[in-house]
């Protein structure tokens, strides 16, 4: 059985509600086409600050600060009962305030494409000069900064895209090409918050494996913007990018892309590499979407209620070769949805979960946890959208009945015992299944879980290539106790027995 162990995770979130405010694509796109509408005079007073953010329960969630069980046991809304004595710090990373994240982009760019104002810059490197995962070298990195007035300028006649903290500019994010539209200052500021938020994750990743960064061996990056030029305008590569900036030196990488299939394929794609000796180890990691941010923000300001989709969320898992002391990624049991598989809920469902278990000759009950997509229902449901994760759940206890695994009568017990509750933001690729990862991993240590799916859906039709479906999914089970040293001992015991049996025959000879 081919496996790959899951040695750390790391799970991050940056929140940015002004960047949201002014580069979402709902609010970009909105005030480009028509101007200062209602919606984006209304939608300020509906933002989240930092505190009640920092407080959602699906956020505390997301970073390791709760468990899933007490999430579940908090009372919705969420936002209305906003959870007392949460840290900006979880067990798997942390939520980043804007203008600190601000501050990291620049540290994320080699290119001079983020300016920050002097006094602005000084006060984020104070805060920076804090966190737990900064080191002097990458606080060498962030600038000086440069004069209200040269900013000005550059957003005035250079097209350069104004940054803004507390309502006013702190900067700007400057083009790149006069021409390239794959190069223009908004693309740009995507990619370099999608790095930013990479490298966050990979640093907590190697807090909490205790790992030097030179130890990395290849990096996987799986998020869902497309890095380029206008000659190949995805042909970037984020992954070294990433390991640049972290201090990866002896790392190589590379971009996997599938919509929200991709970080699942990403995991399978590392654990395969490792698994087979190609890679010492691999960290398969994703950067969030400035896109994404208030992608609803309509329906929420519709409904009064808080614009939720505030954060850009990011994760980093560590795979090594399996020595039998982490929860192990199996690779003899994947799903895939073929071309062939047909795009019903039904036949992607069958394709991502029953197929593979039979295959391994498992049933729908020999499954602990389903984690599919994970998005929180707060963001979804006022976008008429329905549960997403309570969706998914309900079409795969229907599944088991049809297959008769379970009774019919059974099939709420199912959902409830067997679902996870949605967490992760309405980042695209980040809600399916990896952010179930961690609290997975945790669950299969401590032995609390024997089993689990992950679970990647994708939806090709957005890039107007095809309308297939898309989707992979793989097993997690627990630690097999079966290490390197558990190894040894076993080879000195064998060669005891030889040596027992040879005497023998010795004696009788």
């Given at each position: 059985?081919?496996?790959?162990?899951?040695?750390?995770?790391?799970?991050?979130?940056?929140?940015?509600?002004?960047?949201?405010?002014?580069?979402?694509?709902?609010?970009?796109?909105?005030?480009?086409?028509?101007?200062?509408?209602?919606?984006?005079?209304?939608?300020?007073?509906?933002?989240?600050?930092?505190?009640?953010?920092?407080?959602?329960?699906?956020?505390?969630?997301?970073?390791?600060?709760?468990?899933?069980?007490?999430?579940?046991?908090?009372?919705?809304?969420?936002?209305?009962?906003?959870?007392?004595?949460?840290?900006?710090?979880?067990?798997?990373?942390?939520?980043?305030?804007?203008?600190?994240?601000?501050?990291?982009?620049?540290?994320?760019?080699?290119?001079?494409?983020?300016?920050?104002?002097?006094?602005?810059?000084?006060?984020?490197?104070?805060?920076?000069?804090?966190?737990?995962?900064?080191?002097?070298?990458?606080?060498?990195?962030?600038?000086?900064?440069?004069?209200?007035?040269?900013?000005?300028?550059?957003?005035?006649?250079k097209k350069a895209l104004p940054l803004y903290f507390n309502g006013a500019v702190v900067g700007c994010a400057r083009n790149g090409h006069e021409v390239d539209d794959c190069l223009f200052a908004y693309v740009l500021l995507e990619n370099l918050a999608c790095k930013a938020g990479g490298v966050l994750s990979l640093l907590h990743l190697l807090k909490n494996t205790g790992m030097a960064p030179e130890e990395v061996d290849f990096?996987?990056?799986?998020?869902?913007?497309?890095?380029?030029?206008?000659?190949?305008?995805?042909?970037?590569?984020?992954?070294?990018?990433?390991?640049?900036?972290?201090?990866?030196?002896?790392?190589?990488?590379?971009?996997?892309?599938?919509?929200?299939?991709?970080?699942?394929?990403?995991?399978?794609?590392?654990?395969?590499?490792?698994?087979?000796?190609?890679?010492?180890?691999?960290?398969?990691?994703?950067?969030?979407?400035?896109?994404?941010?208030?992608?609803?923000?309509?329906?929420?300001?519709?409904?009064?209620?808080?614009?939720?989709?505030?954060?850009?969320?990011?994760?980093?898992?560590?795979?090594?070769?399996?020595?039998?002391?982490?929860?192990?990624?199996?690779?003899?049991?994947?799903?895939?949805?073929?071309?062939?598989?047909?795009?019903?809920?039904?036949?992607?469902?069958?394709?991502?979960?029953?197929?593979?278990?039979?295959?391994?000759?498992?049933?729908?009950?020999?499954?602990?946890?389903?984690?599919?997509?994970?998005?929180?229902?707060?963001?979804?449901?006022?976008?008429?959208?329905?549960?997403?994760?309570?969706?998914?759940?309900?079409?795969?206890?229907?599944?088991?009945?049809?297959?008769?695994?379970?009774?019919?009568?059974?099939?709420?017990?199912?959902?409830?015992?067997?679902?996870?509750?949605?967490?992760?933001?309405?980042?695209?690729?980040?809600?399916?299944?990896?952010?179930?990862?961690?609290?997975?991993?945790?669950?299969?240590?401590?032995?609390?879980?024997?089993?689990?799916?992950?679970?990647?859906?994708?939806?090709?039709?957005?890039?107007?290539?095809?309308?297939?479906?898309?989707?992979?999914?793989?097993?997690?089970?627990?630690?097999?106790?079966?290490?390197?040293?558990?190894?040894?001992?076993?080879?000195?015991?064998?060669?005891?027995?030889?040596?027992?049996?040879?005497?023998?025959?010795?004696?009788?000879?």
């Amino acid at each position: 059985m081919a496996t790959a162990g899951i040695k750390g995770y790391a799970y991050c979130l940056n929140h940015a509600p002004e960047t949201g405010f002014h580069y979402g694509n709902t609010p970009f796109i909105e005030r480009e086409t028509k101007g200062e509408t209602e919606f984006l005079r209304e939608l300020p007073s509906f933002m989240q600050k930092y505190e009640e953010a920092r407080d959602y329960a699906p956020n505390q969630a997301y970073i390791g600060g709760i468990g899933l069980e007490a999430l579940e046991k908090s009372p919705q809304p969420w936002y209305v009962n906003r959870m007392t004595g949460s840290n900006r710090y979880g067990a798997y990373g942390e939520i980043m305030p804007e203008d600190e994240f601000l501050g990291l982009m620049d540290i994320c760019d080699v290119f001079d494409i983020i300016w920050l104002e002097t006094s602005f810059a000084a006060s984020v490197r104070e805060k920076l000069a804090a966190s737990p995962v900064m080191n002097d070298k990458l606080l060498a990195r962030l600038e000086g900064g440069h004069s209200a007035d040269e900013i000005a300028a550059e957003t005035a006649h250079k097209k350069a895209l104004p940054l803004y903290f507390n309502g006013a500019v702190v900067g700007c994010a400057r083009n790149g090409h006069e021409v390239d539209d794959c190069l223009f200052a908004y693309v740009l500021l995507e990619n370099l918050a999608c790095k930013a938020g990479g490298v966050l994750s990979l640093l907590h990743l190697l807090k909490n494996t205790g790992m030097a960064p030179e130890e990395v061996d290849f990096v996987i990056e799986c998020s869902e913007e497309g890095a380029g030029d206008m000659n190949q305008r995805a042909g970037g590569n984020f992954a070294k990018a990433v390991a640049e900036i972290a201090g990866c030196v002896n790392a190589s990488g590379c971009d996997v892309r599938g919509f929200c299939a991709g970080p699942v394929n990403a995991m399978i794609a590392g654990a395969t590499q490792v698994a087979s000796g190609a890679r010492k180890n691999c960290v398969v990691l994703a950067g969030g979407a400035i896109p994404k941010l208030y992608m609803n923000g309509r329906d929420h300001v519709k409904k009064k209620m808080p614009a939720l989709e505030d954060c850009l969320g990011n994760f980093a898992v560590l795979l090594v070769p399996d020595d039998g002391t982490n929860p192990v990624l199996r690779l003899d049991v994947l799903g895939k949805h073929t071309v062939g598989a047909g795009s019903s809920p039904q036949a992607v469902t069958t394709a991502l979960i029953l197929d593979p278990l039979e295959r391994a000759g498992l049933s729908f009950m020999d499954v602990d946890k389903y984690a599919a997509e994970l998005h929180i229902n707060e963001i979804t449901l006022p976008a008429g959208a329905g549960d997403v994760p309570l969706a998914n759940i309900k079409m795969t206890a229907a599944l088991a009945v049809t297959k008769k695994a379970i009774e019919k009568a059974d099939m709420m017990t199912f959902v409830k015992e067997r679902g996870v509750p949605g967490f992760a933001h309405t980042q695209g690729h980040i809600p399916s299944g990896v952010p179930f990862i961690g609290h997975a991993c945790d669950a299969l240590k401590d032995g609390s879980m024997k089993r689990a799916m992950i679970i990647g859906k994708g939806s090709l039709f957005l890039a107007r290539l095809t309308n297939l479906a898309d989707g992979a999914s793989f097993l997690l089970e627990p630690p097999s106790g079966t290490g390197a040293a558990g190894a040894a001992v076993s080879k000195d015991d064998i060669k005891a027995l030889l040596l027992e049996v040879l005497s023998e025959l010795s004696g009788k000879l």
